[in-house]
């Protein structure tokens, strides 16, 4: 049965990734295109506090107190992909600052100790226009540019990332109006008791806390935004809507863990209470989820959110579920919801061709508790918002019952 299960996995190619197990790395479905490049030389006219020197038969910039790289170039609106070729004599000198138009990026540039190769970010440019890209260092001078160039990068897939009749429908997200419909039929019978009760109080709410884990407080509010739906009450949602409105004041929750913790309770509650959110609250949050959407695409488009290439590492599916979640959310509000969503799809059919046929699960049965609901949230809006099956996962999901009793009861 598993070598059934791994022949068919083979042969499975994703509908948004394009990809099988045999070219997990290629990406048939980004398109980038070279808009300008330079070598030691032409960057040495852009930059001071560097100068080229040769080294191995060729010519390498090297960067000296002060250093500064100036990219000015007239670009269409898009997402843009820094790449340079460099190295680091040491951990003390491995990684540049990268600004746009002035505004410093969260995401920085770390290069390789003791070799050269390729970095990238991804750098987002908004407008038509000029503009200019500037890298800096983050630590003492000494490293090394060999050359850079700079792409323009777009995500297209053969097929929509979201059913039509979907795009307009709220909730959307784990949830359709008919499934509440049912739930609240069904949720107070004697059966429905025995596994599940309404939520209790809420969480104590606290302020953005710079240098903080912040979005932690946020994973439960979807239970609770549930229980108001199951049972309607408006001192609730004013509780609720207090939580949103905190929410739109939060800074920076990076690309890992606490990126997927405080979307999946923003994002949820976009969908679930999108009639009954107060307009302008529904818009500052859309504005929220979108900054937090945009950061993860850029990350993950680099290889830097949790989990780098990491398929079947756990803070790679938090990562990607968060994007796939705000992006769900987001369609037909925001231009480039569709773009994130895509890419996301496109992150999980790596994770689905890679998962284990037989169910085991790599990283045990203490990270099974709290990894695996992540991937069934995963799985449950791509199949739902895309109308797909999930490609090469069924008989790995599958065996995560008997994965689970094997520790439980071993040998029965």
């Not at 990219?71 to 600004?99: H, W």
């Not at 990076?254 to 509650?269: K, R, S």
Request: charged letters at 20%; glycine letters at 10%; one cysteine or more.
């Amino acid at each position: 049965m598993v070598a059934t299960a791994m022949v068919a996995l083979a042969l499975t190619t994703g509908p948004f990734s394009g990809i099988s197990a045999d070219n997990l790395l290629d990406t048939p479905s980004l398109k980038m295109d070279i808009i300008w490049q330079a070598d030691a030389v032409a960057l040495a006219a852009l930059s001071k506090g560097a100068r080229v020197v040769e080294e191995e038969d060729r010519q390498i910039l090297l960067t000296e107190a002060g250093f500064t790289l100036t990219i000015a170039q007239e670009l269409p609106e898009g997402k843009y992909r820094l790449e340079m070729e460099c190295s680091a004599p040491n951990r003390g000198t491995d990684s540049f600052y990268v600004a746009v138009d002035g505004k410093r990026m969260s995401q920085i540039v770390v290069l390789r100790v003791g070799e050269f190769g390729r970095t990238a970010a991804m750098l987002p440019v908004q407008g038509a226009g000029a503009h200019a890209f500037e890298v800096t260092l983050r630590e003492a001078p000494g490293s090394k540019i060999v050359g850079a160039s700079l792409s323009r990068t777009t995500v297209t897939t053969a097929r929509a990332p979201i059913l039509s009749e979907l795009r307009t429908q709220h909730p959307r997200l784990l949830l359709t109006p008919e499934r509440l419909a049912e739930l609240r039929e069904t949720y107070a019978t004697d059966a429905y008791a025995k596994v599940y009760v309404l939520p209790g109080k809420m969480r104590k709410l606290y302020p953005y806390r710079k240098g903080k884990r912040n979005g932690g407080i946020y994973r439960g509010l979807g239970d609770q935004i549930l229980g108001y739906l199951l049972e309607p009450d408006p001192a609730k949602l004013a509780e609720i809507i207090t939580w949103l409105e905190m929410a739109t004041t939060y800074g920076d929750v990076g690309v890992d863990l606490d990126a997927e913790y405080f979307m999946e309770g923003i994002a949820l509650g976009y969908d679930w209470l999108y009639d009954e959110l107060p307009e302008d609250l529904r818009k500052r949050l859309g504005v929220r989820i979108a900054e937090l959407c945009e950061q993860l695409y850029a990350a993950s488009l680099a290889g830097k959110t949790g989990g780098g290439h990491s398929f079947q590492q756990n803070h790679y599916w938090f990562a990607h579920l968060s994007l796939a979640l705000g992006a769900g959310a987001l369609v037909n509000d925001h231009p480039q919801a569709d773009e994130w969503l895509a890419w996301a799809w496109d992150r999980f059919e790596r994770i689905a061709v890679t998962f284990s046929p037989d169910g085991g699960f790599h990283e045990g049965p203490s990270y099974w508790d709290f990894s695996m609901p992540t991937l069934y949230i995963y799985t449950d809006i791509y199949e739902h918002l895309t109308g797909l099956r999930v490609p090469a996962m069924d008989q790995g999901l599958k065996g995560q019952a008997a994965f689970r009793m094997h520790h439980i009861l071993p040998g029965l």
